[in-house]
């Protein structure tokens, strides 16, 4: 059996659960060591039962935990060599067990437990950011946010996935007209920022396969977004596109602070 749920997802931060090959995995850790606790709380786990957390990128909303959770479990922390280059240089985890560092390269396959694992190039302004795609059970879960623009490779591994998580960060018409100063609209919008609503529609038209069971649209923004608006965006994309009506296939909205819908497969 698999198990995917995320623990919260959005600007404020991010940290997703998932289970297979007799692993437990966060893959990010974005909040207070207390709110993930919480998290795993509702979902009957402990902290001790986690086995490793996988770190997407740098910034805070996604790694605000990490060093407290892998000092008080031992965790194993799996991130890229830039990426741990930032982690040292800047002392943003505070110490960590040398014997506890994981760095991985995109692109080679690693092993936690009976749990395959890879991560892959995404392109966001961070040191050296990835998504994760996740094989077990002859199932695979991806995950990809942060996105400033689609990618062959980014394709390329939401393609054949039973269970995907994807950004679905803003809405374009709310984020042009809203509040925030043109240079952050700008980053927000551009190659290196996140996805909007029609962008993460698009790429699941591009990438659905008879696989695909379960999508999450992923780190909304609390600014220039909402749950319903994403959802009836990417929603109407897939209908107009032919994707849908699929039976067997449900598109959920990732909560922002809270535990979202969590799904099994055999």
């Given at each position: 059996?698999?198990?995917?749920?995320?623990?919260?997802?959005?600007?404020?931060?991010n940290c997703?659960y998932?289970?297979?090959?007799?692993?437990?995995i966060?893959?990010?850790?974005g909040l207070?060591g207390?709110?993930?606790?919480?998290?795993?709380?509702t979902?009957?786990?402990?902290?001790r039962?986690l086995s490793?957390?996988?770190?997407?990128?740098?910034?805070?909303d996604?790694?605000?935990?990490?060093?407290?959770?892998?000092?008080?479990?031992?965790?194993p922390?799996?991130?890229?060599?830039k990426?741990?280059?930032?982690?040292?240089?800047?002392?943003?985890?505070g110490t960590?067990d040398?014997f506890l560092?994981?760095?991985?390269?995109?692109?080679?396959?690693f092993?936690?437990?009976g749990?395959q694992?890879?991560?892959?190039d995404?392109p966001?302004?961070a040191?050296q950011p990835?998504?994760?795609?996740l094989f077990?059970?002859?199932?695979?879960i991806t995950v990809?946010t942060?996105?400033?623009?689609?990618?062959d490779?980014?394709?390329r591994?939401?393609t054949g996935s039973?269970?995907v998580?994807?950004e679905?960060n803003h809405?374009?018409d709310?984020?042009?007209?809203?509040?925030y100063?043109?240079i952050?609209?700008k980053r927000i919008a551009?190659?290196?920022g996140?996805?909007s609503n029609?962008?993460?529609?698009k790429?699941?038209?591009?990438t659905?396969?008879?696989?695909?069971?379960?999508?999450?649209?992923?780190?909304?923004s609390?600014?220039n977004?909402?749950?319903?608006i994403?959802?009836?965006?990417?929603?109407?994309?897939l209908?107009?596109?032919?994707?849908?009506?699929?039976?067997?296939?449900?598109?959920?909205v990732?909560?922002r602070?809270g535990v979202?819908?969590?799904?099994e497969?055999e």
């Amino acid at each position: 059996m698999i198990k995917f749920c995320p623990i919260a997802s959005g600007s404020s931060g991010n940290c997703l659960y998932v289970f297979g090959g007799g692993a437990h995995i966060l893959i990010d850790a974005g909040l207070s060591g207390r709110g993930i606790e919480a998290g795993l709380k509702t979902l009957n786990l402990a902290g001790r039962q986690l086995s490793a957390i996988l770190v997407t990128h740098e910034h805070t909303d996604h790694i605000k935990g990490v060093g407290v959770l892998s000092r008080r479990y031992g965790l194993p922390v799996y991130a890229t060599p830039k990426t741990w280059r930032y982690f040292e240089r800047h002392n943003v985890l505070g110490t960590v067990d040398p014997f506890l560092i994981r760095k991985i390269e995109p692109e080679q396959p690693f092993s936690i437990g009976g749990l395959q694992a890879v991560a892959f190039d995404i392109p966001h302004d961070a040191s050296q950011p990835v998504g994760y795609s996740l094989f077990a059970e002859h199932k695979k879960i991806t995950v990809a946010t942060d996105i400033g623009e689609p990618t062959d490779t980014i394709r390329r591994y939401i393609t054949g996935s039973d269970i995907v998580l994807l950004e679905s960060n803003h809405d374009t018409d709310m984020l042009m007209n809203g509040k925030y100063p043109p240079i952050l609209k700008k980053r927000i919008a551009g190659p290196y920022g996140h996805l909007s609503n029609d962008a993460a529609g698009k790429l699941l038209t591009e990438t659905m396969t008879e696989h695909l069971r379960y999508v999450y649209l992923g780190h909304l923004s609390e600014e220039n977004n909402r749950p319903l608006i994403a959802f009836n965006t990417v929603e109407g994309i897939l209908y107009e596109q032919g994707v849908l009506p699929r039976v067997g296939f449900k598109l959920y909205v990732a909560e922002r602070y809270g535990v979202s819908t969590a799904v099994e497969m055999e």
